[in-house]
């Protein structure tokens, strides 16, 4: 399905990894040495699920570059104009976060960030940021959120969906925390730090067992959230799960509050349906979906998820999610695909919704549309 | 509702419990600390044994992290699947709107009171002078 209004927000958009010459001139003259010296400028740092010329990894029709088109240019011809989109959240997902180094992970984290807001955000104004962050170092993470968040337009907190540990344990409140200071959502994003093998048996022999992994991965951090208690902790964070797919999450919300019946005693905490606190607090992007053969099956899917506040658009440009404008997947109830464009975006992202709440107060909208 | 004396008292002293069968249903008798509790003896969620149920408190929380075992003895743990029922009304913690164990009336009444009338006694008989626990039904 095409998307027929304008106005849209994708909560998933990737911006090209920058190489380390683009890095450079954001680290300082001790790190550049290091990075010269100990060859680590000649690394890509592209993270190991999606190397360059996977299928899936970007459309094929958004392979070839032009050359009289800036990144820019393209990101614009094949991600924001198409799908009438006012605000797009872009990530990148640079290999830093898998770093045992906690110090140069930190100081690339911060090159990446710093290269997103004056090579990218500065020049498009359609363009939000995550502030992408060192996870297994709350210290580190904090900090740089601190360094980040003066700048109202990154909106999130990126983090992979499985780093050195379950993400709700309490060392990395911390991050949480901060987050909800900020006003900003902490998104996790498919993919793996690799500490840990992928599935819970050890590790897979193919990328296929990799990718379906996935789900299973924002399952377990999910559940982490709501056991561990980051959602009492933090009472207004509000939990992004990029790339996660979402028709998965029914058996969840049932399994969840089976399974919390008989054993809530040892996390009281927790002291209800964990399935509500679940739809309150966890969003979910609408790309890449496991879409069913048909759309009503989907329509069911969405029956039994039974809320609508819980999805995102999401293109996930450039990977090879959907064909042509196609960006909605068929069965999408007509007064949903407005919430899931519009509205969950606005309501799941606290600096977006002042910034919207800004625009109509002042009554014009801002020129990004 | 008809009274059924199921056991004399001497059998569910404080601490104890007793399964017993009035009117064909099989019921789970609790003695804590000197007063009476019926819950029919199966749980509303599996059919498990409420009779060999773990009468607890409940586990309360501020925030995470912090820990506390409230109202004890208050709660009855089904042996099957953990799930927590009032004892007093049946109802379940987790789910108090739909899911409640049936519960029924019960207390102790002297034999001489009983006599009086109308009343069924399936097992034994009864005795003036002796005390007996009563389940209505």
Redesign the interface.
Known sequence: MKVLFSGAIDCDLHLPLPGMATLMPYVDAFWREQFVTRRIDRMDFALTSFPAQTPLGMREDWRDVRASETPLDKLRREALTPFGTRIAIASILHGAVALYNDDMAAVLCSAVNDHMARDWLDHEPRLRGSILVVAQSAEHAVREIERVAADKRFVQVLMLVMGDTLPGK?QLWPIYRACEKHGLSLALHAGSAYRHAPTGSGWPSYYVEDYVAQSTAFENAIVSFLA???F??CPNLKLVCLESGFTWLPTLLWRLNKE??????????L?R?PAEVLRERVRLSLQPVDAPPDGAMLKRVLAHIDCDDMLLFSSDYPHAQFKGLEILPDGLPDNLIRKIMIENPIASYPRLQAEFAAAQETGHERATS | MTKHVVASADELQPGQRKLVNAGGREIAVFNIAGEMFALANRCPHGGGPLIEGYVTGLALSSRPGEYRLARENEFLRCPYHGWEFELRTGQSYCDPKSVRARQFSVHVEHGEELAKGPYAADRFEVAREKDYVVVEV
């Open positions: 309490r561990e208690g980051v009492n902790a919390w019946r008989g054993v809530r005693q040892e996390a009281p905490w002291d349906m």
